[in-house]
Structures are given as C-alpha cells and as structure tokens.
C-alpha cells in the first residue's frame, strides 16, 4: 500500500508563473489536506477535501490559491502568479473517512525566483 | 481556535540520556493528539496517536502522554540514540475539524 505521494519534489517557478502541486491519496482514503511550511515555521493548515468538495478552507489565502479533488485523479493545488513569498514546503496528507489519524507526503518544495 | 505551543524550540543531549518534550494546547476539546518526527527536507512521519480517552500510547522507546484537563501532552524519549535527531511536532485537531493545527516544533540533537 503505497503511502501519500506528492509531485514534483521540487517545483521552480518564476514570479508571475503558476504552480501546480499533485497529492495522491492512500488508497481508501477519501480526505485529502494541504499544509504549508515557511522556512523556520511550523506547518500551517491550508484546505481540507473530499472528494469533489471542499470541506475547508479557512487556511487558504484569498487571492491566487485554489485547490480540487477531483472524483478521479489526484489533488491539485493551484498557485496563480507566484511571487517570493509562496516558497514554502507544502505538504498533502490524506486520512481515512474516520479522519482520526494523518498520514503525510514527502512534500513539494516550491522555490520562486 | 486550537493554538499548539512547544517548548523547548532546541534541546541537545549525550546519546544515552531520557528526555521529554512538551506539548501545550489551548481548546481542551481535542479529541486526539499526534506527535510526529521531522528530518530536514522531509515528511513527517506519525510517531503516536493518543486518543482522548487514552492517558498514553507507547511505541518502542516512545511513550506520550496526554492531559487535556491541563492541555498538555508529552514526549518521552528513553535511551536516546543519534538517530532520534530530528524535529519533533506535536499537532491536535480543533473540536468538530479534522484538520490539525501544528506546535513549530522542537528540534532535537543526540550527540554520540
């Protein structure tokens, strides 16, 4: 059973260019949640989904981020018009529909030039 | 909102030593509380999940605790090893979410 994978690993992106991070469930898990890391910060909650809906994104900025889970194929969250500030480690982690326990991925590290 | 906060940020021992890490949380609601291993430039990777109605949960030579009457959990750590050398993270859930909200984490070094 293979564990959450995220893609790319490493992601470099101009200012102004999008972004695009894919997050692949544990298998039979339903839930899917996006995390940020800021260097030197803990993790930050960002949405939370279920399959075609989002259930939470109280995390989420306002402008320029967006995310899915699409009934088939991974999450995706979606920056628009990076700037410097959007480097980070972001982190996906899916739980089961019981949501008790987390399991994460290794990350995406976005570096904005 | 739930609020985790770690102390100490940085801890460094002789390999061999006990040691504890702690965890405080502000909305005593939570219903779980999981402690997690960070090594640099990865994952993280679940360590322990206490349930609320658990007092503690051991794993090898891992054992956490949890008090939501005074809002704390703890890390204990036996017979530490360099190995163990990482960022620990405690993160509890708010009531009624499932998300989780992160302490920033305490980073631990094992000096051989």
């Known amino acids: 059973n293979a564990g959450v994978m995220q893609n790319p690993r490493h992601l470099v992106r101009r200012r102004g260019q999008e972004a695009r991070l894919r997050c692949s469930p544990m298998?039979?898990?339903?839930?899917v949640y996006w995390y940020r890391q800021l260097p030197e910060e803990g993790l930050k909650f960002m949405v939370y989904l279920q399959k075609e809906n989002i259930i939470d994104e109280s995390g989420m900025p306002k402008e320029r981020f967006s995310a899915e889970f699409p009934k088939e194929g991974p999450s995706i969250l979606r920056i628009q018009q990076v700037v410097r500030g959007d480097s980070a480690a972001y982190f996906c982690a899916s739980s089961p529909p019981s949501g008790e326990k987390l399991f994460f991925g290794s990350g995406t590290q976005l570096s904005v030039l | 909102k739930q609020e985790v906060t770690q102390i100490p940020a940085a801890l460094s021992v002789p390999e061999g030593e006990n040691l504890v890490l702690n965890c405080s949380f502000t909305?005593?609601?939570?219903?779980?509380l999981q402690w997690f291993r960070q090594d640099p430039g990865k994952g993280l990777t679940s360590l322990l999940l206490i349930q609320s109605s658990q007092r503690e949960q051991t794993s090898g030579r891992l054992n956490a605790s949890l008090d939501k009457s005074s809002g704390r959990s703890t890390l204990y750590i036996a017979a530490s090893q360099p190995g163990d050398s990482a960022t620990y993270l405690c993160?509890?859930?708010?009531?009624?979410?499932?998300?989780?909200?992160f302490g920033t984490g305490t980073r631990l070094t094992v000096i051989p």
């Open positions: 298998k039979g898990h339903s839930h």
């Open positions: 993160a509890g859930p708010q009531a009624g979410a499932n998300n989780l909200f």
């Open positions: 909305d005593s609601a939570i219903y779980n």
